[in-house]
């Protein structure tokens, strides 16, 4: 690749409620896979604390219910996250700091109506971060008349490595997965081993303003 992006984290207090999390505008992420073509369906939201990155989602323009299945989690749809905690664009394989997650509307329990968030092993990674409990993670997910809304809390202590006061900066990449709808991403698109290769995610500086 050419060149890679560079965007900014906010800090918000990550104030978990009945709804779960309620980011503001300043926290919007761009989608600069629009630039290939790519649809833009969703609103797509991410902050930092000391507590951990929070996520908020808007998925808008859908006809179907999402296809959300807790035994088939690669396939699923729902907002999928990749971080490197140590930011090495250099690499090309994952290594114990770099964590995916997957956050879907539906799929769990016995009707597949619960909401569902989990880390997910990443492709041929040199390391694996350290495993985190079942419940480690925190979701909400509401249904819309035309889509959902999602958000989602990963704790300091799911994120190997993190230390926001030891550097500023980190790697990520989104991708917001539909079958309906497409591939929302943050960057290069699944053309790409984007799920895989850290050097195709995006870097962000952690802004503490």
């Known amino acids: 690749m050419l060149f890679r992006f560079e965007l900014e984290l906010r800090r918000a207090s990550l104030d978990w409620g009945a709804r ?12 600069f896979g629009a630039l ?20 908020h989602v808007m998925v808008n323009g859908k006809r179907q219910v ?23 664009p250099g690499i090309h394989r994952a290594t114990q700091y770099c964590h995916r997650f997957l956050f879907m509307p539906a799929g769990g329990g016995p009707k597949r109506e619960k909401p569902v968030a989990s880390m997910i092993e990443i492709h041929r990674a040199r390391a694996n971060p350290k495993p985190i409990g079942p419940e480690t993670l925190l979701i909400k997910a509401f249904p819309r008349h035309d889509g959902y809304e999602l958000s989602g809390l990963i704790p300091t202590s799911a994120l190997t490595g993190f ?5 500023m900066r ?6 917001v997965i539909d079958r309906e709808l497409g591939w929302q991403t943050l960057a290069a698109g ?18 503490k303003g």
């Not at 290939?36 to 990155?53: N, P, Q």
């Not at 959300?68 to 907002?79: A, I, K, V, W, Y």
């Open 20 to 31: 779960g999390l309620q980011l503001p505008e300043s926290c919007r992420l761009p989608s």
């Open 36 to 55: 290939a073509g790519r649809s833009v369906f969703s609103d797509v939201r991410i902050a930092w604390s000391d507590a951990g990155i929070g996520i």
């Open 66 to 88: 999402p296809w959300c299945r807790e035994t088939r989690l690669d396939e699923s749809d729902g907002f999928h996250f990749w971080i490197d905690t140590r930011c090495s």
């Open 163 to 167: 230390d926001p006061d030891d550097g």
């Open 170 to 175: 980190i790697s990520l990449y989104y991708a």
């Open 190 to 207: 699944p053309e790409y081993p984007v799920t895989e290769d850290p050097s195709l995610w995006a870097e962000a500086v952690l802004r």
